[in-house]
T-cell receptor, first 115, second 113 residues
Framework: DQQVKQNSPSLSVQEGRISILNCDYT??????FLWYKKYPAEGPTFLIS?????DKNEDGRFTVFLNKSAKHLSLHIVPSQPGDSAVYFC??????????????FGIGTKLQVIP | NAGVTQTPKFQVLKTGQSMTLQCAQD?????MYWYRQDPGMGLRLIYY???????DKGEVPNGYNVSRLNKREFSLRLESAAPSQTSVYFC????????????FGPGTRLTVL
C-alpha cells in the first residue's frame, strides 16, 4: 500500500520552461512533506520542504505547493535547467513530538530537461 | 567536511555469504539510518539509530543487523546474504532525533548471486 504516490515515472521538459512534479498521499497523519533530488550514482539530497500549516514554500527556482484537502503536493521548477535532470523523490512524515517519525518516500519521478 | 561516507561502493556476494556495509558521518549528527532502494519502490527504512547506543527496526529489518559503533559510525550487516537483498543501500543521518531533513551517503550497490 503506497502511502506516497508519484504517478508519473518520468517527465521531459524544455530548458527554460516550467517543470511540475506531482505527488499524492493517502495518510491523513502526514503533515510534513519533503522533496529530494537524486543524481545517478549519488545519494538523494534534500531540496525543499513544507509543513502542513503552509500551502506554499519557495526557495529560488523551486516552489512546493500543498493542497491538504486534496492530499496533493507539487514541485515547480522555474525556469528548468539541464542540471535539474535527476530523479525527484517526494517524502512525507507525521509531525513529531519527540522520537523518530517515519519518513515515507515515493518511488520517484525522473525529470529530463532538454537543452 | 565529507558528509556521509559509505564503503564499499559496489559488492557482489554469493548466497549465504556475509558482509558489513560501513557508514560514517562527520557532521556530529545524532541520528543515523539505513535504507534500501529497489526498482519501483521508494526508499525503505531497514534500521535506524536515534542516538549513540540505541538502534531500532524500521520497515524491512529481516535479514539484517546493525551496530552503532560510536556517534560517527553506523554499520549494516548481512549475516547470510540472499538474492532478495540485491539492492542499493543508502545510509543517512539527521542532526536530531526525528529530524526530517536527512543527509544521504552515495550508496552501496549490492548484488547477491
Amino acid at each position: 500500500d503506497q502511502q506516497v504516490k508519484q504517478n508519473s515515472p518520468s517527465l521531459s521538459v524544455q530548458e527554460g520552461r516550467i517543470s511540475i512534479l506531482n505527488c499524492d498521499y493517502t495518510n491523513s497523519m502526514f503533515d510534513y512533506f519533503l522533496w529530494y533530488k537524486k543524481y545517478p550514482a549519488e545519494g538523494p539530497t534534500f531540496l525543499i520542504s513544507i509543513s502542513s500549516i503552509k500551502d506554499k514554500n519557495e526557495d529560488g527556482r523551486f516552489t512546493v505547493f500543498l493542497n491538504k484537502s486534496a492530499k496533493h503536493l507539487s514541485l515547480h521548477i522555474v525556469p528548468s535547467q539541464p542540471g535539474d535532470s535527476a530523479v525527484y523523490f517526494c517524502a512525507a512524515s507525521p509531525s513529531h513530538s519527540g522520537g523518530y517519525q517515519k519518513v515515507t518516500f515515493g518511488i520517484g519521478t525522473k525529470l529530463q530537461v532538454i537543452p | 567536511n565529507a558528509g556521509v561516507t559509505q564503503t564499499p561502493k559496489f559488492q557482489v556476494l554469493k548466497t549465504g555469504q556475509s558482509m558489513t556495509l560501513q557508514c560514517a558521518q562527520d557532521m556530529n549528527h545524532n541520528s543515523m539510518y539505513w535504507y534500501r532502494q529497489d526498482p519501483g519502490m521508494g526508499l525503505r527504512l531497514i534500521y535506524y539509530s536515534a542516538s549513540e547506543g540505541t538502534t531500532d527496526k524500521g520497515e524491512v529489518p529481516n535479514g539484517y543487523n546493525v551496530s552503532r559503533l560510536n556517534k560517527r559510525e553506523f554499520s549494516l550487516r548481512l549475516e547470510s546474504a540472499a538474492p532478495s537483498q540485491t539492492s542499493v543501500y543508502f545510509c543517512a543521518s539527521t542532526k536530531r532525533q526525528g529530524g526530517n531533513e536527512q543527509f544521504f551517503g552515495p550508496g552501496t550497490r549490492l548484488t547477491v548471486l
